[in-house]
Antibody, heavy 121, light 107 residues
């Protein structure tokens, strides 16, 4: 069974950093692009970042560009999101998702269960 | 950015009713549209991709259609387990954008 498990969320002060991880199992993640999507409490879904199957291409929402970095370690079937200079408005549940193919522009299935990031003093 | 205008924001219907949710793109996106269902406290689940293709394992009462830049998700006969929030998503261009969601309540 294909499964994605996020970890690394928690409480962090404004201006702080956090690294999220997403471990994939049940499939070989290498041929697939991967994505991070977030959802602020009580709000809708917001696309955050995507990485190509090779890891050679990355894409970011304007709201996180220059602060967040997406990466992947195919040998560990793990996706990462390094988040720096965190702001209160970054507070959200962060989901990783598998793209339907090698394209970063694609639908997402499955999704992980999400990890909560809270930015507050 | 491509804006996805989703309506209605909420709907309350009875078991067996036909429910229709609409999403309008601010510009042409071809068939690069997906629909997701999200239940409280859970991750979204892909229902429809490429505007009208049913994801494996999704009941056939769900269907998608398109007319120009308007996309429609239809639940032909609402079931108790269909409660939740439904989102459309365009993947035609960056940034990927979602509609604001439609909350479906089963009376």
């Amino acid at each position: 069974e294909v499964e994605l498990v996020e970890s690394g969320g928690g409480l962090v002060q404004p201006g702080g950093s956090l690294r999220l991880s997403c471990a994939a199992s049940g499939f070989t993640s290498t041929p697939y692009a991967m994505t991070w999507v977030r959802q602020a409490p009580g709000k809708g879904l917001e696309w955050v970042s995507a990485i190509s199957a090779s890891g050679g291409s990355t894409y970011y929402a304007d709201s996180v560009k220059g602060r967040f970095t997406i990466s992947r370690d195919s040998s560990k079937s793990t996706l990462y999101l390094q988040m720096n200079s965190l702001r209160a408005e970054d507070t959200a549940v962060y989901y990783c998702a598998k793209n339907s193919g090698g394209n970063t522009l694609a639908w997402f299935q499955p999704w992980g269960q999400g990890t909560l990031v809270t930015v507050a003093s | 950015d491509i804006q996805m205008t989703q309506s209605p924001s909420s709907v309350s219907a009875s078991v067996g009713d036909r429910v229709t949710i609409t999403c309008r793109a601010s510009q042409g996106i071809g068939n690069w549209l997906a629909w997701y269902q999200q239940k409280p406290g859970k991750a979204p689940r892909l229902l429809i991709y490429a505007a009208s293709s049913l994801q494996s394992g999704v009941p056939s009462r769900f269907s998608g259609s398109t007319s120009g830049t308007e996309f429609t998700l239809t639940i032909s006969s609402l079931q108790p387990e269909d409660f939740g929030t439904y989102y459309c998503q365009q993947v035609n261009s960056y940034p990927v954008t979602f509609g604001h969601g439609t909350r479906v309540e089963v009376k």
